[in-house]
Nanobody
Framework: QVQLVESGGGLVQAGGSLRLSCAAS????????QGWYRQVPGKQRELVAS???????NYGDSVKGRFAISRDNAKNTVYLQMNGLKPEDTAVYYC?????????????WGQGTQVTVSS
């Protein structure tokens, strides 16, 4: 069973930085893509950033130029470096991973970590 454990959330002032980590364990197949999503109450979960197995990255429009996703394969950990944080970045951030195994795709989510940006 794949497990994703996020860490690094917290309270920060506007303009500050945080780095989120997502440690993965229990891989069952080959990774397709890893990413970070966020959600605020009453709204749909939205993509923040993703990185494919080949290293291609994709970012949500609202975070381009401020956030950076990276991966340390040796540690099975994905990071989200968040700079220039704004109050509107306040949300629960979820780690996501999609894997290909047994002729189908599997999707996994972490438990979420709260990020609060004060003005």
């Amino acid at each position: 069973q794949v497990q994703l454990v996020e860490s690094g959330g917290g309270l920060v002032q506007a303009g500050g930085s945080l780095r989120l980590s997502c440690a993965a364990s229990g891989s069952i197949g080959s990774i397709i893509v890893q990413g970070w999503y966020r959600q605020v109450p009453g709204k749909q979960r939205e993509l923040v950033a993703s990185i494919t197995s080949g290293g291609s990255t994709n970012y949500g429009d609202s975070v381009k130029g401020r956030f950076a996703i990276s991966r340390d394969n040796a540690k099975n950990t994905v990071y989200l470096q968040m700079n220039g944080l704004k109050p509107e970045d306040t949300a629960v951030y979820y780690c996501n991973e999609r894997q290909w195994a047994f002729a189908r795709e599997y999707e996994y989510w972490g438990q979420g970590t709260q990020v609060t940006v004060s003005s």
